[in-house]
């Protein structure tokens, strides 16, 4: 299939719209009106420029067929011309005009300051978001979700591949919602280009950015700042639904709350935290320290046979997977994950690639919490 | 002074020294021309294997053959050898060969200072290179090493990174210094500013440039040191700072240096242009204030590449206002090189096809820019390939393609032997379609919502990536032809004569080919 395109191609690069029918060539048109507008406004400019390039190319390439020597050609000598000067300053000038224009009323629109329905707080992390919803309980983080031997190329890769998470952001349609968009560790950048919302989320600082989504969809995107190591591997997926379906959503976060504190109250097994660790391994530590545990050399530490794993380093290894360590890559996992998410990650550690270190319970790192 | 007169009268030659001391000590223009542009030929293939790397990896989807923070590495020493180490001294080593000639100067103003400025690359490249083997690896977090991370989460060879950027810049001052003393002092009688070259007058603008920016990216790696090193806050929120500061400060340096890898080849081009259509350069004296104007406006609208970090709307509407505007002086180059070619008498010698080539790529990369320039809409591209896109169509079609132009065109004069003109026609047309397989998919693909400077990516981008890393080895492999050519030019060859080409004007070529080892001993006269 790809070398069938290949060949096609190569047959001839810019013949005729068929050819790009299947390749995606140019900006999606989007799902908002200010994507609509910054889609009308990109092809305006497009079309400017390649008029003014038929033009001045088409000329170029006159001189070049017709004042060829080998044409028996013969130079003239002006190389000065006033009028000529001052207009070719003018004329560029008037269309610039003409194209800031439409440029500034759109950028009028998108910056509109006024009250959103809904806030959400998003930010970055190396390499996560993490969503929450102002004024309602609901807070969570939203990781890859495309296998590691996809990306790895031992599995046949999925549909949107690298393009999904675990958990989107879901929002309502047809209301104004607005992004406040900040970043705990490095400059990530949020981006949706159907919404046409990119914005970056500086440590430190919030920035803002809002959305009315007219059609119910999924919308995807990507980070859009370098971030470091895993800057490629970090989507964004908005869920756009309904209002009803987005309120019978709200009602399930309250039960999925209720069942997480349910479990972290009851009585928990080694054997089923380490299998239930070895899923939240995947997805928030392998990344680093690698599917072997022996890490990085130089970047990131191993975790195979080192003095931490012995069982009087439980608490320490504890304390460091629930508070980070600061200076380094390390993250305080302790509001990313729930308590049994930890408990049970950190007794797989413990106990994975041959270490032998014990095991802590989900109410051992409520207590951690609380010191 | 009387041994200088006691030489001169005995006739003493003035010639080079023998052996590795010719080139350790040399005060020469020409010795230290020919070796800031070798070290940016060898800098340019190391930069260019780094490149092939990153579009061997993007080949397909999926992890292959690095691993992403080796990828990391490989786009952020690709970025700053190529514009640091390749495009930067391919310049200042044509200007150390061509501009005493063209203004009629025996040589340099300041000689000694010449060696100095060249000698400290090899060991700012040597440090920065080593950084590689280091633990930990490399720099990593992109050409434009955005705080935070490229200060708390960098890895621990950053210092070195910081120390080699510094030792760049004085280089460059220190370059940009002997180009202004030179021009201004040592330029032959009756020579007035209105009737220097065009390719002296953008190295006089570019060198002013310099002077003016380069003490500012100095200042941001300070200030990343001190933050890594000395717990000063400057880009940490936590202490009172703002990682948006570095942007300001970066680009405020960035965004000249970007005229600064351009302005000499608008010079270049303005050379061969009417050299190869037999007539005069037309409106000389709008070229010079074009590139004036490009200059000063280079300095108002750093943040155009920064409109996503939250600006607000008084601030986006300036920059973009100001932005916008740099399309009119750089219209006017181009149209004033078209009206050039009009009604010429034209032949197309390898160094004009890469100059035409130049007019028509640049121009394209000049529409993405204005594009680009419009702020709502650079919230789709930015950060995406289509900048990717942009960017090399000004920097490889245009610098690269003209600093490969001035290098056939005088090519003859510094070694007194015509090049292989078919093999170089055939470099060309190599080059020219290679760089648009490579490079024109990418505006595609960015349009598409590819993001920059990632190492795997979804499959909707797969079939152009293919296309723009075949592009590359192409490209990539068809500069071995521009090296063999010049190693065979170098050795010998049909001999130059000393105007070499029929529509060639200045004072260079009214020397000798190759030229004398002091350019001018006696100044010559200019009407």
Redesign the interface.
Known sequence: M?CN??AL?LSGFVISPAVFAE??????RGVTEISH??FD??MI??YV?VA??VV??G??LW??VY????RG?????????IW??IL??IV??GI?VA??VP??Q???K??DKSEADINIQVTGY?WKWRYQYLGQDIDFFSNLSTPQD????EAV?G?????EVDRPVVIPVGKKVRFLITAN???H?W?V?AL?????A????I??AWTIVDEPGIYR?????????????MPVVVDARSEADYQLWLASQTQAQEAAQAAAEQTWTMEALISKGEEVYKTSCLACHQANGQG????FPGLVNTPLMASDGLMEHARIVVHGRT?T?MQAFGEQLSDVDLAAVITYERNAWGNDGGMITPQQIKQLKEE | MSTLEQTASTGHHHGPAKGITRWLYTTNHKDIGTMYLIFSLVMFMVGGCMALTIRAELFQ????LIQ??FF?QMTTMHGLIMVFGAVMPAFVGLANWMVPMMVGAPDMALPRMNNWSFWILPFAFSMMLMTLF????GP???WTF?A??ST??A?PSVTFFIFAVHMMGISSIMGAINIIATIFNLRAPGMTFMKMPLFVWTWLITAFLLIAVMPVLAGVVTMMLMDIHFGTSFF???GGG???LFQHVFWFFGHPEVYIMILPAFGIVSEIIPTF??????????MVYATSSIAILSFIVWAHHMF???MP?IG??FF??TT??I??PT??K???W???????????ETPMLFA?AF??LF??GG?SG??LA????D??Y???YFVVAHFHYVLVPGAIFSIMAATYYWLPKWTGNMYNESMGKLHFWLSFIGVNITFFPMH??G???M??????????????N??ASVGAFLFGFSQLLFIYNIVCCARGGKKATDRVWEGSHGLEWTLTSPPPYHSFSQPPKVD
């Open positions: 790809r395109r290949l191609l390749w995606e060539v140019n900006l999606v507008a910054i406004l990109h400019i497009f420029c003014i390039a001045v190319f000329v170029m001189a070049i004042h060829r020597k080998s050609a013969k130079a003239q000598h002006f190389h000065e011309h000529v000067e070719w300053t560029p000038f610039l194209m800031a440029a500034t759109t950028l009028i998108m910056y190396q996809q990306i790895n190329n890769k549909e949107n591949y690298l393009l560790d490095v400059i950048s981006w280009p046409a919302v990119k914005q970056d500086i440590p430190g600082f920035n803002e995107g990507q980070c859009a700042e370098l971030c470091g190591r895993d800057h490629g591997f990085i050399p130089g970047a200076g890559a | 989807p999926g992890l292959q992403p923070d990391n280091m633990d930990g690896g990593n977090f992109g955005y935070p991370l708390t989460y890895p940490n929120a936590a703002d990682p948006v259509a037999r007539k005069k350069l037309f409106g000389y004296t709008s996503t970090v939250g709307l986006e509407l973009m206002f916008m505007l399309a009119v219209g006017v181009v149209f004033n078209i009206a050039t070619m009009f009604r010429g008498s034209m032949t197309f035409v007019v028509v121009t394209i529409f204005l594009m419009i702020a709502p809409v919230f789709q930015h950060d995406t595609f693909i349009l598409a919502g993001p920059r400077r990632i190492p795997d990516y979804a499959l909707q981008f797969a079939d152009f293919m296309v």
